[in-house]
DNA sequence: CGTTAGCTTGAATACCTTCAAAGTAGGTGG
DNA sequence: CCACCTACTTTGAAGGTATTCAAGCTAACG
């Protein structure tokens, strides 16, 4: 029961990670120009584009591969057609600071208008479509279509929003409500892209989970699994399958372990949640 | 004159209409128009402004009295001028979350835009001087002066940036590194805005700091003496002293107490560990 | 089929919080 | 002017949460 689902989201991954030397074919059918109305649309701005004739190019980048890189001289914004990344800071004793898993809809590179040189980096977790909008093309675009000028200003003002909230769960919350809420907020990203929020393959290591959370990668692995014990979750690998949303987004801390593992209230709650699934 | 436009922008400005009968030197002297030259300057913005005509209005506040408040319809940012405020977000179960705390040239309101509406509250902390920008005003001003919209884009991107370093630091830093990050943010604030940056007084409370850097007011204040017994800072109360600026720039964790305190006990125990060990 | 990167789990410990109590400063009213 | 009140700060002691260190395990890849 809990096997095929999950074999079925893993064998998504992995013909998205193993791209044989011959099997070309995702780059090849690739998409490799959008229109700005399409790009308005990707990036959920309702703009009533008249003058839709500008073109903007894709790139397709294998897992592994880097956007962009800390000190690189700004010109580019990206938004990501299809495919995971991260976006990574790095302090003055070289240790990396995860700030988001881009996808589907996300632009990145804004931190680099600042300076005019990015100040962080951004790394493909899996192969990506990636939309290039150079920051000039698109400023002056919008100098001339109000709409889309106030999307930029507002997807800008969106980011700052996502980064003071995640300052919020960092400041205030413990390692569980942590977890759980990012498990809520790729169930919601997922759900949004079309694709199941209730069970899903995660992009990303345990340690780069933790980098992201503040926390390291045996307390995240730790507390799958006793979300998994409480049957809020299975777990297994990257392989995620949500029992409980409503208790994940809620939750603020777990009851002390000794409580947990032999109270029939919790035993029964475990089953009638999986009852209530299937 | 005043009290006209006042009362036009917000309610809960009124106040401002009848300031108590002793206080009001500072308000009277108080500037109430700045020029757009004079708010690129504050800003630190270089913009070479031809058509300098245009004016913002000033509005002065007292400690306690709140800009902007969460929910409320977004059409202004504001520009610090003069005193110090905080900008607080508020989560489901009223908990307050500090996000920072603005300052002669800061310019804050911007998590507004994305939503029509301001997804937080900014406080006075003292009396204070803002000036006040319509949105529409600036973006508008933007579309003719192209170095006001870069500048418009680049304080977005820095505020982003700002608060990207914030989840660095409550991510990856013990309490010692954060609080002496704190007091190094401060001592470069003051030295911008021409004060001492060795000696300045704060001007929140405990609880503010430990809320801002994701740690209780009882630590905050402990890491503060701390500091005051190994010399690198003098505290009392809000009176703050900085020693050795570079040894808070660097560092990352404090050596044990029991190690600092009385050396030869230290070396007499750590001697019976070997032993014991042995 | 071995190697490597990633995941899980246990045990000990460090760090920070929580709870508590006493001290300090500033403002207000008697 | 002083006493009182309140808000803020300091410090101690106990306890809990997350980290650190370590070992074994899984799965993917060549």
Redesign the pocket.
Known sequence: MLTSPMTDL?SNT?SL??PSPSGTSWQRQAKLWSSLKEVCDLLRISARIVNDDFQFQHMQFKAGQRIHTIGQPFDMLYIVNSGFLKTVMIDELGNEQVLGFPMKGDMFGIDGIHRKQYSTETVALTNCDVILVPFKTFSTLGRTHAELEAAIYGVMSRELVREQAMVGTLGSL???ARVARFLVFLSERFAEMGYSGSQFN?RM???EI?NYL?????????T??AFNAIGMIS????AIMIHDLQSLRTLR?LP?SRLRNKTEAAKKRAAGQQMAVA
Chains 1, 2 share one sequence.
């Open positions: 893993r992995v990670a193993t413990s390692a569980e995660l290591t345990r340690q933790g503040g926390l390291t990668l045996e307390t995240v692995s730790r799958f699994s777990v297994d690998q990257r801390r002390p």
